[in-house]
């Protein structure tokens, strides 16, 4: 590795950890801008996406050397985009974090299709069976099983991936924690097990715990690693379906197993299959999928269905402006900051700024220092 590469994931992780660093805020510091050269200006007071000197007083007080060494000593890599090891499907994506950290072997998402598998934390019987049984086929089929890593659809995906054996396609992980903040603490094994066998991605620095509002903002990557993203089981408001949306934000083909019209588990999975969603009984409807999606792309491999996502309740905005509804959709009932809205949308700021006045101004949000929530 050259000493310039070494000095700019040294560089890279450091600005990572700075206090009230964001996915938005580091990459508008990196715009255009290598980590050294970043971090150098940053010190100097002199950056340009940081006029008020946030960050100046903490980056003169920490020595990127000693970041790097805390990450070779906890096994993490640091990857840069456009640079080996970084996801190859993340390039040139509208959320593509501006660092992304890795425990295990990411390449292993290179030359192989990839399926995100997501769902509720409280999963029945029957979806923790289902996703473990998809698990179980797709990685034995060579297709990486991209999940993450919670409780509930997530663990039994992976641990039905892992039970393929060596031979299958190694899982990935993506995590909302820092690599060594195992989260929930229930799940380290697998944790272990996925890293050991795969990979596990975060965008976060290394002893970042668990906060709500980073969940949601990890689930696009989910989404940017995948050729098909399957909903086994979610709720109405289920936190999988904002995969979902990311995932038809981006043209990638959502697909939902059905269930039980009286399991509320099912009820935001049967809703996706009513607005066009893929329905999914087996594995082998997967790759179907996977095949369909892969040709559409230009890839090699068999492939699913084009069906995109629509989800606009009834009071929303008006369908004609779609920049406008993507706004209101990202924006919760409670206060809902511009940087988790920028995350969910991958809108520039500008665009978001104006969907979002001109959704207060039509009363459809509130606004707030910083936040929006709907009206």
Request: hydrophobic share 45%.
């Amino acid at each position: 590795m050259s000493g310039a590469r070494s000095r700019d994931e040294a560089c890279a992780a450091a600005l990572l950890g700075l206090r009230g660093m964001t996915p938005v805020r580091l990459a508008r510091l990196l715009d255009g801008m290598g980590p050294s050269v970043a971090w150098a200006a940053i010190g100097a007071g002199a950056h340009p996406a940081d006029p008020t000197r946030r960050f100046a007083a903490e980056a003169r007080r920490v020595d990127p050397d000693d970041v790097a060494r805390r990450y070779a000593q906890a096994d993490v890599a640091v990857l840069l985009p456009g640079r080996t090891g970084y996801p190859a499907a993340l390039a040139g994506d509208p959320g593509a974090p501006a660092v992304l950290c890795a425990s295990g072997d990411p390449s292993v998402l290179e030359a192989r299709p990839a399926v995100a598998v997501v769902g509720t934390r409280s999963a029945t019987p029957y979806g923790a069976k289902v996703a473990a049984e998809l698990g179980r086929r797709l990685a034995a089929a060579d297709v990486v099983v991209v999940s993450g890593l919670a409780l509930g659809i997530d663990a039994a995906a992976h641990w039905g991936a892992l039970a393929a054996g060596p031979d299958a396609a190694p899982p990935v992980g993506v995590v909302g924690t820092g690599l060594d903040v195992p989260y929930p603490r229930q799940n380290r094994a697998l944790w272990a097990r996925v890293a050991a066998a795969g990979a596990v991605l975060s965008e976060a620095a290394l002893g970042t715990e668990a906060r709500p509002l980073v969940f949601p903002a990890r689930n696009r990557i989910i989404a940017a690693l995948a050729d098909v993203v399957v909903v086994v089981e979610s709720h109405r408001a289920g936190g999988s379906l904002y995969t979902a949306e990311a995932a038809a934000r981006r043209s990638i083909p959502v697909c939902a197993v059905p269930g039980s019209v009286f399991s509320a588990a099912s009820a935001g999975t049967n809703e996706l299959l009513v607005e066009g969603c893929v329905p999914v009984r087996d594995a082998d409807d997967v790759l179907t999928a996977v095949a369909l999606a892969r040709q559409g792309r230009g890839k090699s491999g068999p492939a699913p269905s084009t069906a995109v996502l629509h989800r606009r309740p009834p009071d929303g905005p008006d369908p004609v402006d779609r920049v406008q509804r993507s706004v209101w959709e990202a924006v919760d009932d409670t206060p809902t900051t511009v940087e988790t809205v920028l995350l969910r949308t991958d809108l520039s700021l500008a665009a978001l700024t104006a969907a979002g006045q001109e959704l207060v101004d039509r009363g459809l949000l509130k606004a707030g220092a910083g936040w929006w929530s709907r009206a």
